[in-house]
């Protein structure tokens, strides 16, 4: 029977949205006809404006304080939805009880234990040593035949403009507030731009709310001739793509837009310090990392050792020039 009806639950950024949108897709080339359905958190609802594979988004911040009458409302909503099958993604035990829980005939999780074994119908194997697409790409191997490797996106990609570098810096000010330091100081992207600029390449410049004391930071520093700002010209997630799409390269930080140009195919440079670029990205000649020459043991530590970064952060302790040097060789 190929009109299933089948839910994906994944909680999380939208970024993790992106890296779970193989699966999914994977599983609607095996039954091209099913209805799909996905379960996330508000956040990342955008993902339906990037992709026509999801045909239904069902929303519940389960991170609130108010996290069991959001999942009372899920099961609720599941329960209305008259599924076939159900896919979880997340290594927390609870999720099988989760997925028991919404009488899913077929239930797809990781194997968490004892209990993932008695209440699923597999229990997959959690390998998180492996490019995050194909950890999340584990959970569907037991229903489908296909393997998609990259996420694909639905847009209207634009036309490549020659000798640009869209940069999006991704410096959150609430990302540093709470510790979580993943990339260089907004002083050292004004650095890039100016060093960018004085190659000969023109610099376009983007960014999301978060991004705003940042991109004020570079245009305190940089003079307004050296780049286009184009801070606040994008009104959602498939303007930024459409954006993305056009540019010849892109120079990004661990963020969302990272895993957009991957699906876009773009020629893409990624900071890269306290998180794995072996789980972040695939080995592509098209997406290449850029790291401090860095002996601390404990790198990369933010999600593998520790929950914040650390104050020396000798990792992303990269110099301007050889971020610029690695564009223009590449």
């Excluded at 999914?24 to 990342?44: D, G």
């Excluded at 239930?107 to 229990?123: E, F, M």
Aim: glycine content about 6%; overall charge neutral.
């Amino acid at each position: 029977m190929q009109n299933k009806r089948i839910l994906f639950i994944n909680f999380g950024g939208i970024g993790d949205e992106i890296l779970f949108l193989p699966s999914i897709l994977s599983v609607k080339k095996q039954f091209p006809n099913a209805h799909i359905s996905l379960a996330l958190e508000s956040r990342s609802k955008g993902i339906s404006t990037l992709t026509n594979v999801i045909d239904e988004t069902i929303e519940a911040d389960i991170k609130s304080k108010n996290k069991f009458f959001e999942l009372i409302k899920l099961l609720l909503k599941i329960h209305k939805g008259h599924y076939d099958i159900v896919i979880s993604s997340g290594a927390n035990k609870f999720i099988s009880i989760l997925l028991y829980l919404t009488c899913i005939k077929k239930r797809y999780g990781y194997d968490t234990g004892i209990l993932s074994k008695l209440l699923l119908t597999q229990a997959i194997p959690l390998n998180k040593n492996q490019y995050a697409v194909n950890m999340y790409h584990d959970l569907v191997t037991p229903i489908t035949d296909f393997k998609t490797f990259l996420p694909e996106l639905d847009i209207q990609k634009q036309e490549i403009e020659s000798n640009i570098v869209l940069i999006h810096p991704g410096v959150s000010k609430i990302s540093v507030d709470r510790g979580m330091v993943k990339t260089i100081s907004a002083v050292e992207w004004a650095k890039v731009i100016e060093l960018l600029y004085n190659s000969g390449i023109k610099v376009k410049l983007i960014g999301g709310p978060d991004d705003k004391q940042c991109i004020d930071t570079i245009k305190e520093i940089v003079s307004p001739e050296k780049f286009e700002n184009l801070y606040g010209s994008t009104k959602n997630l498939k303007e930024l793509a459409e954006l993305i799409s056009a540019s010849e390269k892109f120079l990004c930080s661990d963020s969302a837009p990272l895993h957009i140009a991957v699906g876009l195919g773009v020629k893409t440079y990624v900071i890269f310090g306290s998180t794995d670029d072996k789980k972040l990205i695939p080995q592509s000649d098209k997406v290449i990392p850029i790291k401090a020459d860095c002996d601390c043991p404990l790198m990369p530590c933010l999600w593998e050792r520790r929950q914040t970064t650390c104050e020396k952060l000798d990792c992303l302790k990269i110099l301007p020039e050889k971020i610029v040097e690695t564009i223009l060789n590449g």
